[in-house]
């Protein structure tokens, strides 16, 4: 009975993908950009970024579950997710949507811990999570949908901390978004062949006949706000913002060359949680030091 439960469980964690952590961590970076951007010395922030951890993956894990129910029948004509828990059967539509919605309970538990303003502006995004897994059925932009989605973390995280929107931390975002439409498009590239199959669009086959070109100008976007947003940032030196600016265009022109090279499209896209860490880091070096 007991190994039977466990079965179960890990059945429903792989389901939310909590087996393979990097989309948390990629929603949950933004987050901490907002927050860290320009932390508020009457705030937590340590108690903040914590709660806002717990929040990233259960909302993953949630979206992720309502991405398979959408795809439960593409998924199974798909190399790469013909495996996932619902594509197998493993378990019920109706346990699947249960568990779906026991996480965005818990994530309803997490946001009302905040001011009315983030409440507001997290929900506000939920209509565009819920309907993400449909835009590739009937656009070829399905990767400009996530970037909006996965980076609006860093309006939750800033709110947290602040009271009124400014031009960095909106540059912030945007640069976010750029970026997540990058690597994502790279990530993309996997199922190609598949998704021309089944009829499922998406960035990586709209730009397939120029994927360099394409792929640069959104590295190129993304570095351009991000630098931005550092310079029009009260914190920090003039000295750090530099090297802050350096710092992201080294990472972006490896990734690039990575892509360039058609180095692992996976590995690419996991070094991304590294690239959103980095981020992290030099925000905080930014502010404390």
């Given at each position: 009975?007991?190994?039977?439960?466990?079965?179960?469980?890990?059945?429903?964690?792989?389901?939310?993908?909590?087996?393979?952590?990097?989309?948390?961590?990629?929603?949950?970076?933004?987050?901490f950009w907002g927050v860290l951007y320009q932390p508020n010395p009457n705030v937590p922030v340590l108690g903040t970024l914590f709660i806002?951890?717990?929040?990233?993956?259960?909302?993953?894990?949630?979206?992720?579950?309502?991405?398979?129910?959408?795809?439960?029948?593409?998924?199974?004509?798909?190399?790469?997710?013909?495996?996932?828990?619902?594509?197998?059967?493993?378990?019920?539509?109706?346990?699947?949507?249960?568990?779906?919605?026991?996480?965005?309970?818990?994530?309803?538990?997490?946001?009302?811990?905040?001011?009315?303003?983030?409440?507001?502006?997290?929900?506000?995004?939920?209509?565009?999570?819920?309907?993400?897994?449909?835009?590739?059925?009937?656009?070829?932009?399905?990767?400009?949908?996530?970037?909006?989605?996965?980076?609006?973390?860093?309006?939750?995280?800033?709110?947290?901390?602040?009271?009124?929107?400014?031009?960095?931390?909106?540059?912030?975002?945007?640069?976010?978004?750029?970026?997540?439409?990058?690597?994502?498009?790279?990530?993309?590239?996997?199922?190609?062949?598949?998704?021309?199959?089944?009829?499922?669009?998406?960035?990586?086959?709209?730009?397939?006949?120029?994927?360099?070109?394409?792929?640069?100008?959104?590295?190129?976007?993304?570095?351009?706000?991000?630098?931005?947003?550092?310079?029009?940032?009260?914190?920090?030196?003039?000295?750090?913002?530099?090297?802050?600016?350096?710092?992201?265009?080294?990472?972006?022109?490896?990734?690039?060359?990575?892509?360039?090279?058609?180095?692992?499209?996976?590995?690419?896209?996991?070094?991304?949680?590294?690239?959103?860490?980095?981020?992290?880091?030099?925000?905080?070096?930014?502010?404390?030091?």
């Amino acid at each position: 009975m007991f190994k039977r439960i466990i079965h179960k469980l890990m059945i429903l964690l792989e389901f939310g993908r909590y087996n393979y952590p990097t989309g948390a961590f990629l929603l949950l970076w933004p987050c901490f950009w907002g927050v860290l951007y320009q932390p508020n010395p009457n705030v937590p922030v340590l108690g903040t970024l914590f709660i806002l951890t717990i929040g990233a993956f259960v909302m993953r894990g949630a979206g992720c579950c309502i991405n398979d129910l959408f795809d439960r029948d593409i998924d199974k004509l798909v190399s790469r997710t013909k495996n996932r828990p619902l594509a197998q059967e493993k378990i019920s539509i109706k346990t699947a949507i249960l568990f779906t919605i026991f996480q965005l309970l818990i994530g309803l538990v997490i946001v009302i811990q905040f001011s009315a303003k983030v409440i507001f502006l997290s929900f506000l995004i939920i209509p565009l999570v819920i309907s993400y897994p449909l835009f590739k059925r009937f656009t070829n932009y399905p990767q400009v949908i996530l970037g909006v989605v996965f980076n609006w973390g860093v309006f939750v995280g800033f709110f947290s901390q602040n009271q009124s929107l400014n031009f960095g931390v909106t540059c912030l975002y945007l640069g976010g978004v750029f970026y997540t439409i990058a690597y994502d498009t790279i990530y993309g590239f996997q199922d190609i062949s598949d998704d021309k199959k089944v009829g499922v669009k998406s960035l990586s086959i709209r730009i397939e006949k120029n994927k360099n070109k394409f792929v640069l100008i959104l590295f190129l976007t993304s570095v351009f706000f991000f630098i931005i947003s550092f310079f029009q940032n009260v914190n920090g030196s003039i000295y750090f913002k530099i090297c802050s600016s350096l710092t992201i265009i080294l990472i972006f022109t490896i990734q690039f060359y990575a892509f360039y090279r058609e180095v692992s499209l996976k590995r690419i896209f996991d070094s991304s949680v590294i690239t959103g860490g980095i981020i992290s880091i030099l925000f905080v070096i930014q502010y404390y030091f």
